[in-house]
Nanobody, 124 residues
Framework: QVQLVESGGGLVQAGGSQRLSCTAS????????MGWFRQAPGKERDFVAA????????NYADSVKGRFTVSRDNAKNTVYLQMNSLKPEDTAVYYC?????????????????WGQGTQVTVSS
């Protein structure tokens, strides 16, 4: 069983930056595809970004491409989401998720483990 704990959320002004972290325990972190998703109030949970085992492959939602960067440090069992040029529409609860295969996916049901989420609020 893998436990995921996100951190780094909070309040930030539009145009600012924030970095989220997600630390895993209880599994072989380097063998999980890691994903970031977000859920705004009253909306469905959407894909944001994902990263392969080694970090050599990434995938982004169009809405964040060029502004967000996903990375991982397998020695620290941690995946990061660097968010730049934040917009009010980025306001959401951000979740990290782990997938027990080598293939990156943008689909929620493909992920096996989820964190509890961290709130990011972008003020205009």
């Amino acid at each position: 069983q893998v436990q995921l704990v996100e951190s780094g959320g909070g309040l930030v002004q539009a145009g600012g930056s924030q970095r989220l972290s997600c630390t895993a325990s209880g599994g072989t972190f380097s063998r999980y595809v890691m994903g970031w998703f977000r859920q705004a109030p009253g909306k469905e949970r959407d894909f944001v970004a994902a990263i392969s085992w080694s970090g050599s492959a990434t995938n982004y939602a169009d809405s964040v491409k060029g502004r967000f960067t996903v990375s991982r440090d397998n020695a620290k069992n941690t995946v990061y989401l660097q968010m730049n040029s934040l917009k009010p529409e980025d306001t959401a609860v951000y979740y990290c998720a782990a997938r027990r295969t080598a293939i990156i996916s943008r689909s929620l049901p493909d992920y096996d483990y989820w964190g509890q989420g961290t709130q990011v609020t972008v003020s205009s």
